[in-house]
């Protein structure tokens, strides 16, 4: 730039400085079922599912589950099972593994109940997008659905996914609120002259009692964040002066799951039994499941109760209860009891995976 350009001015009084990042109050038009999208709220504003489709539950009604066999784990499997975790034990030995005398086995019967509640809520908020010439689907082609009654694609059932849906008939046309309309605003760095204080003369003109050599002498530069020009392109509108603003549906299905193991062996972590699987002997699929009655551990039976009446009470209010399932499966568990070398030792083995647990092995290496 030479010096005739350094002293141009280009200050333009009537472009604006830059908006509000939203739209301000009053600046949206009012949508026909969304009304509490007042003004120029853009936040999400959950959608509450209407009475018809919060479903009702019959009074007195309960599930039975039918009897099952406890699981057992012979010594081969038991040892192969320790095998297997001490091979992962790089300070372990197998030999005490390999060598060891069983004492006793013991099963116990773990019980492992879950319900799974398959929600759906909707929720809205107004979005908006440069206005490039698309096509606008605005209130002079209908009104709007309410948020329920919007059409959406279902995901598998008991499956978490979220989509976003443009509501039909809510869009229309407005000017940019962050430019004005002018699709460009007052450069904030240089408040619109396009030129800066030279930082290294810090104004003067002269470093060292010398011309500075940076600025020429004149004690500014160009504006290096809008280059000189004065203004900026608005990054709302990208330039295109107007945005389209609309009503943007989130719908969000959610597996509610809850999960209960009564604590049977106190000196056995129940935290252990999240990482493996049982056999799942009883399975109840509707849309609303019922609590079990007649179950041999009364524990299982008060959990189901409780937890299917907090569920309905607690997601009915705010979401759309799809689908709920609630199973109970038998997790294996068995304590091991052997000896090595003269001493007593014990483990656990778990799950159909036959993961062990213990707190104490009979031999470790050593690194000096």
Not at 19 to 39: I, M, N, R
Not at 59 to 65: E, G, L, P
Not at 122 to 138: F, I, K, L, M, Y
Request: proline share 9%.
């Amino acid at each position: 730039m030479d010096d005739k350009d350094e002293d141009t001015d280009t200050f333009d009084p009537n472009l604006p400085e830059e908006g509000p990042s939203a739209p301000p109050p009053g600046w949206l038009d009012s949508v026909t079922g969304y009304e509490e999208h007042t003004g120029g709220d853009c936040t999400d504003q959950i959608c509450p599912p209407p009475p018809d489709f919060v479903p009702k539950p019959e009074n007195d009604k309960n599930a039975s589950v039918p009897n099952v066999m406890v699981p057992t784990v012979s010594e081969d499997v038991a040892r192969d099972a320790l095998l297997q975790f001490v091979g992962k034990k790089w300070t372990y030995s197998s030999k005490p593994a390999k060598n060891l005398i069983f004492k006793e086995l013991t099963p116990f019967t773990v019980y492992r109940y879950r319900l799974e509640t398959f929600t759906e809520s909707r929720s809205s908020a107004w979005e908006s997008e440069p206005h490039t010439g698309q096509c606008v689907d605005g209130p002079q082609n209908g009104v709007s659905p309410p948020p329920w009654n919007v059409q959406v694609s279902y995901p598998p059932k008991f499956t978490n996914a979220v989509q976003k849906i443009r509501v039909p008939h809510s869009s229309f046309i407005k000017p940019c609120h962050r430019c004005h309309g002018n699709g460009k605003v007052r450069c904030t760095h240089c408040r619109g002259q396009g030129l800066t204080r030279c930082m290294f003369c810090h104004g003067s003109g002269h470093s060292r009692n010398r011309r500075c050599t940076t600025c020429h002498g004149r004690g500014r530069k160009r504006c290096v964040s809008c280059h000189g020009k004065g203004y900026k392109g608005c990054l709302t509108c990208n330039g295109y002066r107007n945005l389209v603003h609309f009503i943007q549906l989130t719908v969000t299905w959610k597996n509610q799951m809850f999960e209960f193991i009564p604590n049977r062996v106190p000196e056995f972590p129940l935290k252990k039994f999240e990482k493996v699987s049982g056999e799942a002997f009883f399975v109840d699929e509707n849309l609303l499941v019922y609590p079990i009655e007649g179950f041999p551990d009364q524990d299982i039976c008060d959990a189901s109760k409780g937890v299917i009446q907090n569920h309905l009470l607690k997601y009915s209010a705010v979401s759309r209860i799809l689908q709920q399932r609630q199973t109970i499966e038998l997790v294996p568990l068995t304590h091991v009891y052997y000896a090595y070398s003269g001493k007593d030792y014990d483990y656990f083995v778990f799950g159909r995976e036959n993961k062990v647990h213990t707190t104490k092995y009979p031999s470790s290496c050593s690194i000096l």
